[in-house]
């Protein structure tokens, strides 16, 4: 075992996820740059988005009906008298459309409350008293609904003043804050830019994520393996991985478990925001990972946390001055020296597919979020109904693929059939993952267990 491990230790997952947040929180994003509103989707706001104007804009409607003044309807049925219509899209002049005491207007949802009411009538709750007031019956035609279809109309429900409207301005006053920057723009957060007539949105560049898979046995995908090789499929997953959390990911070429070739491909992936690495984490005598980081002058945060899958992973960074390149001649003065390049985190993540992807979604997932510009956001678990039981043993936080099923109320969540940290193929017909606390043996069917989606 190497030094580093022993230095830097094994560390709960709660804590291996409080120190990533910590040094999260102190990386700054990149620029901003400017894209068309819906190339933002999935990237992350540069700026806050606030109100060009009142939200909604007028008083309006929610129900189609007539719009009424509570008061009238003091005792119900009450005959009021239709005054005008006004419908989505309109504005009811005050000089020409009104509402007095005994009169209604027909409404329709989206349109503007005229002056004078301060409530809407659903038109169900109404029926045409034409007829009654009416004697000419050419005026008196009523199919269907309308609101026009006689001068009068019977209420048969009362309403408060307020009821099926929303007045202006009570969802948001013009220049209300709606985004904050380092939101990742979904589409509701799409529908708030649209709503402010935002054809663009600014937003932080994406950060690069290098992405280095080790070990002697792996190749490239469409190299034919030898019997005892195997295909780089981590590179791919963690791709996938990176470019889901909002990065642009850089996939190295494959480093085989030697020191020299291991510490070029090193230091090219620190040239990037990020550098993940696959394999040579464990305690193999060919595992080289942190040895050669160490070289480098690393400082390592965790080098184990207490989960399965993905116990060995590490967590460190390369210093400013392990970065910084010695200038051969003349070296300046400390004081005319360039300013230091900031330092680069690294995860050190198991080789093994499950084990990659799932500390890839603890620990490397917020450091990769807060590069983008991201808001930290709290790691959190649903609950759902173990439909059959656990038994396992205790001492580690475990994350096992299990499947999520049933329909409407009745979700239920099993473990799925699996080999063990390699068996892919369970993970892709997983679709959360049941968390089973360390000092849990046995969990029976029917408990509700926490779980992560994925
Ligand atoms: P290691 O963490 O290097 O001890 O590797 C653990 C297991 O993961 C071994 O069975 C490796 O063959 C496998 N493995 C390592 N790297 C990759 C990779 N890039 N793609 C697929 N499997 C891998
Ligand atoms: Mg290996």
Known sequence: MSSIASTAGIVSFEQARRLVEVHAVGVSPAQAESVELLDGLG??????????????????????????????????????????????????????????????????????????????????????????????????????????????????????AGENFVPRGTEARAAQLLLNRGRRLDHAAIAIAASVGKSRVPVFRKPRVAVLSTGDEVVEIDATPRPAQIRNSNSYSLAAQVSAAGAEPVRLAIAPDERRRLRVLIEEGLECDLLLLTGGVSMGKYDLVEQVLGQLKAEFYFTGAQIQPGKPVVFGSCGAGALARVPSTNSPSARERPPAPPKKYFFGLPGNPVSTMV??????????????????????????????????????????????????????????????SGDIAALARANCYVVIPPDRERIEAGEWVPLLMR
Request: charged share 25%.
């Open 43 to 160: 990237r992350v706001l540069a700026e806050e988005i606030v109100a060009d104007r009142d939200f909604p804009p007028f008083d309006r409607a929610t129900r189609d009906g007539y719009a009424v003044r509570a008061a009238d309807l003091a005792k119900i049925p009450a005959r009021l008298e239709i005054v005008g219509e006004v419908k989505a899209g309109d504005w009811p002049e005050p000089s020409s459309c009104t509402v007095r005491p005994g009169q209604a207007v027909g409404i329709m949802t989206g349109a503007s409350l005229p002056t004078g009411a301060d409530a809407v009538v659903m038109v169900e709750h109404t029926a045409s008293a034409a007829q009654e007031f009416h004697p000419d019956p050419a005026q008196n035609a009523t199919s269907g609904w309308s609101p026009l279809a006689g001068r009068f109309v019977e209420i048969q429900r009362a309403v408060a």
């Open 359 to 420: 500390t890839f979604e603890l620990f490397a997932r917020p450091m990769i979020e807060a590069l983008a510009g991201m808001t930290p956001q709290p790691l959190l678990f649903l609950r759902a109904r173990l439909k059959s039981e656990i038994r396992t043993k205790t001492g580690l936080k475990r994350f096992l693929p299990a499947v999520l099923s049933g329909e409407f109320e009745n979700a239920e969540v099993e473990l799925a059939r699996w080999q063990g």
